[in-house]
């Protein structure tokens, strides 16, 4: 670590709440998605014209491909919408947290530890819109 500590208590309790914040983006992260999805999930049932069986062996039900398409299903209070919100916001919920740690980094000046993170939020993304891409 670069940055100059007064006291190696001033940098253990630095890096506790750096490791709060954290878990904080995890757990908030987790908690928001799970919610999204169990909104998206009663939606679902409550405007359905057939029963659950039906509901999960037919292929009308078509997801949202663009983020386009993803508003217009939220604004028509669709739960199929509301459901891939909260996979969207689960999957985003670690690219959140590389990028706290990007930031906790570059305050305690660790260039190396900052390199190295940002390599792996670049490839993170670039996972994601590869995988937006291919289809």
């Known amino acids: 670590m670069s940055k100059t500590w007064q006291t190696k208590q001033h940098q253990d309790i630095y890096i506790r709440r750096v490791e709060l914040l954290v878990s904080l983006v995890l757990q908030v992260g987790v908690l928001l998605s799970s919610t999204v999805i169990f909104i998206g999930l009663v939606l679902f049932f409550v405007h359905a014209k057939s029963g659950p069986y039906k509901l999960f062996t037919t292929t009308h039900y078509a997801f949202p491909h663009s983020i386009r398409e993803l508003t217009l299903s939220l604004k028509a209070k669709s739960g199929i919408g509301f459901i891939e919100l909260g996979v969207l916001l689960l999957i985003l919920t ?34 994601f819109w590869l995988g937006m891409a291919v289809r």
Request: cysteine-free; aromatic content about 6%.
């Open 94 to 127: 670690p690219i959140t947290r590389v990028a706290v740690s990007i930031l906790s980094f570059l305050i305690i000046r660790d260039k190396l530890m900052t390199l190295i993170t940002l390599f792996v939020l670049i490839v993170l993304i670039s996972s």
